[in-house]
């Protein structure tokens, strides 16, 4: 079965990079009609979408956040990354990576187990 | 101020029913499906229901989804404390032109 496992620091300093890269197992990167997303948490709130990839290298980005966001794969590592520039202390969250079944769903399955980021000097 | 609105909480005893409302609008809910999401406490979403009302592999049969106009509902029959868990509502949205999540609720098993 599919497994997602999300890697990158822990602690990130105010107006720098935060690099996450998700690691996908158990099954291919390239099948059709999955999407590889980021979604965030932030501590003791609800659940934010950032922005989906497909191995193509198709993506769509939150609107909220696409000014700062970048998405990439590289289905030779059978990985998907997440770039979110100028951070501040509101980026502070857990970050999930997560794959989607179809373009316009939200079917999101399976979830990686989530890594915290906090934002801080 | 999510897209989807949850009630922030919702409680029942052992055994008994409980439904998790989640209101949206034409450009979401009114127009595509609705998936349901459980989070057990300190653990990563899992996928609960999808498209209104089918239930993945290995999700027990008491759970059970609807979906009605811009509206949806997750039902939890034969309450068990091991239910106790956040309750998260995501739909696509046309306006945002991706997906969106309800606030959540967190349901108590007294």
């Known amino acids: 079965q599919v497994q997602l496992q999300e890697s990158g620091p822990g602690l990130v300093e105010p107006s720098q990079t935060l690099s996450l890269t998700c690691t996908v197992s158990?099954?291919?990167?390239?099948?059709?009609?999955?999407?590889w997303s980021w979604i965030r948490q932030h501590p003791g709130k609800g659940l934010e979408w950032i922005a989906y990839i497909y191995y193509s290298g198709a993506t769509n980005y939150n609107p909220s956040l696409k000014s700062r966001v970048a998405i990439s794969v590289d289905t030779s590592k059978s990985q998907f990354s997440l770039k979110l520039s100028s951070v501040t202390a509101a980026d502070t969250a857990v970050y999930y990576c997560?794959?989607?079944?179809?373009?316009?769903?939200?079917?999101?399955?399976?979830w990686g187990q989530g890594t915290l980021v906090t934002v801080s000097s | 101020q999510s897209v989807l609105t949850q009630p922030p909480s919702a409680s029942g005893t052992p055994g008994q029913r409980v439904t998790i409302s989640c209101s949206g609008s034409s450009s979401n809910i009114g127009s595509y499906t609705v998936n349901w999401y459980q989070q057990l406490p300190g653990t990563a979403p899992k996928l609960l229901i999808y498209?209104?009302?089918h239930r993945p592999s290995g999700v027990p049969d008491r759970f059970s989804g609807s979906q009605s106009g811009t509206s949806a509902s997750l039902a939890i029959s034969g309450l068990q404390s091991e239910d106790e868990a956040d309750y998260y509502c995501s739909a696509w949205d046309d306006s945002l032109d991706g997906p969106v999540f309800g606030g959540g609720t967190k349901l108590t098993v007294l």
């Open positions: 997560a794959r989607l079944f179809g373009d316009r769903s939200c079917k999101f399955d399976p």
């Open positions: 158990g099954g291919s990167i390239s099948s059709y009609n999955y999407y």
């Open positions: 498209s209104n009302d």
